[in-house]
């Protein structure tokens, strides 16, 4: 049931559950148990799981306030990173740019990428780039960047 997302708590509960289910089933006389009691259990645990989680999903409700201001808090931290990325990349040299964008924008190998810059092989280009995440590294840190640095 871990695998299903339920806690050890809900486990035990849907599994008394279905132990409840079976033994009232085997009671009936016209009850035919056509898989092993084990599969039987199992599967009504899961079924319980399922009929429970979804009446939960159907029953919660959200403060749309709320989730609004969340998602709008969210939007902001990945708005002020992306702009932090940007503001560092400007920053940088040609070369580093170009670098980086062939590299994560584009998903070249460091082979063409060295051929394409002008580095003598692969693993010179891979000491560049190293160099150039290392620089973009440092001016994120030198740059913390806030609310007004932005609104400047």
Do not use: H
């Not at 016209?30 to 939960?56: G, H, M, S």
């Not at 939007?75 to 070369?95: H, N």
């Not at 160099?131 to 973009?136: D, E």
């Amino acid at each position: 049931m871990k695998t299903l997302g339920c806690d050890a708590l809900t486990a035990e509960d849907l599994f008394q559950e279905a132990l409840l289910i079976y033994s009232r089933k085997r009671s009936l006389s016209d009850f035919e148990l056509t898989v092993e009691p084990f599969f039987y259990v199992r599967n009504t645990c899961k079924l319980l799981w399922y009929n429970q989680a979804r009446k939960e999903q159907k029953q919660a409700t959200f403060s749309l306030e709320t989730d609004v201001e969340a998602i709008n808090d969210e939007w902001f931290e990945k708005e002020l990173k992306i702009r932090q990325v940007e503001t560092v990349l400007t920053k940088l040299g040609k070369q580093c740019q170009e670098l980086l964008q062939l590299f994560y924008g584009q998903r070249w190998n460091m082979v063409d990428i060295a051929k394409k810059i002008g580095l003598r092989s692969d693993k010179v280009a891979k000491a560049q780039k190293y160099r150039c995440l290392q620089k973009a590294k440092e001016l994120v840190n030198e740059n913390a960047f806030t609310v007004e640095s932005l609104n400047a």
